[in-house]
C-alpha cells in the first residue's frame, strides 16, 4: 500500500484524522505501507490538538499490526520535521535515506530500505517522494534510476509513492530501469489519485522489477477519500 498521509489532516488541513486513518490502514492487513508526508516530530501540535500521539506518526500508524519501520527525515524545521517512512511486516534489515532535493524547492527524499522476506532473497522498498517541477522530477527520476543500478539485477525491486508525474513522463524513464508500473501494466494507465474527494491527476505510482503485480485498486471511496489530498494504492505483489 501507498499513501500520501498529508502530515495527518484531511484535505486543506481543517481536521486532525491520523486515529481514523490508522484505523483504516489496519483494516487492510498490507504487508508493507509506504507512506510520505508522515512527521517524525511537531513540538507545536500536540498542544493544539488532544488526539496528537506522544510517539512520531510513523510509530502510532504501525501499532501493533506493522512490528517494522524505517523512517526518512527530509523536511527538517524549527518545530519539527517530515519526510517518508515504510511499514512493515518483514523484518528491515537495513535502510537509508537518499537527499534528492533540488536547491531552493521543498526537501525530497528516497528511502531505501532492504526486506528479509521469508523463502526469498533479500527484497529491495523504495518509498518515493518527488517534486512539483517537472524538470526537478526528471533529475529526481535520474538519481533514482542512480539507486537502482546499486541493486543488484537479480533482487526483486518495489518502488512506490506520490511521484507528482501528472504529465505522465516517469513511466518512460523508469521503464529504462527495468521497473513496470502496476496499474499500467493491468488497466493500461497509471490511476488517478488527486485531489482526492475527486481524483483527476495522475500521481501516485507502484513500480516493480522482478516481481509481478496483481489486483491493483485506487481506494477512491469513504472513508479514504476524507483522510487525506490523496488516493491510496494498493496491489498484490507476487516474488
Known amino acids: 500500500m501507498t499513501i500520501n498521509v498529508h502530515k495527518g489532516f484531511n484535505v486543506f488541513n481543517r481536521r486532525h484524522i491520523l486515529p481514523e486513518l490508522r484505523d483504516a490502514v ?60 515504510l511499514l512493515s511486516r518483514y523484518p528491515i534489515l537495513q535502510y537509508e535515506n537518499r537527499d534528492v532535493s533540488i536547491r531552493g524547492t521543498e526537501r525530497r527524499g528516497l528511502l531505501h530500505c532492504q526486506l528479509a522476506v521469508p523463502g526469498q532473497p533479500t527484497v529491495h522498498a523504495i518509498c518515493v517522494h518527488l517534486g ?30 506520490d511521484f507528482n508525474d501528472w504529465q505522465l513522463k516517469a513511466d518512460r524513464v523508469l521503464a529504462e530501469c527495468g521497473l513496470h508500473e502496476a496499474f499500467v501494466h493491468c488497466h493500461g494507465r497509471p490511476a488517478k489519485t488527486f485531489p482526492a474527494h475527486w481524483p483527476l491527476l495522475r500521481l501516485d505510482r507502484i513500480y516493480v522489477r522482478n516481481a509481478v503485480c496483481r489486483n491493483p485498486r485506487a481506494l477512491h471511496r469513504k472513508p479514504w477519500s476524507h483522510l487525506s489530498d490523496h488516493v491510496p494504492l494498493i496491489a498484490e505483489i507476487g516474488l
Open 26 to 85: 489496519t483494516t487492510l492487513s498490507a504487508d508493507m505501507v509506504f507512506l510520505q508526508e508522515v512527521h517524525g516530530e511537531h513540538k507545536k501540535h500536540p498542544l493544539r490538538y488532544r488526539d496528537w500521539p506522544d510517539v512520531p506518526q510513523y510509530e502510532y500508524l504501525a501499532d501493533t499490526m506493522w512490528p517494522e519501520f524505517a523512517y526518512g527525515r527530509n523536511a527538517v524545521y524549527p518545530h519539527g520535521d517530515h519526510g517518508n517512512a
Open 132 to 161: 512539483l517541477r517537472h524538470k526537478h522530477r526528471l533529475q529526481q527520476l535520474k538519481l533514482l534510476c542512480e539507486l537502482l543500478d546499486t541493486v543488484p539485477e537479480d533482487k526483486a525491486v518495489i518502488v512506490a509513492g
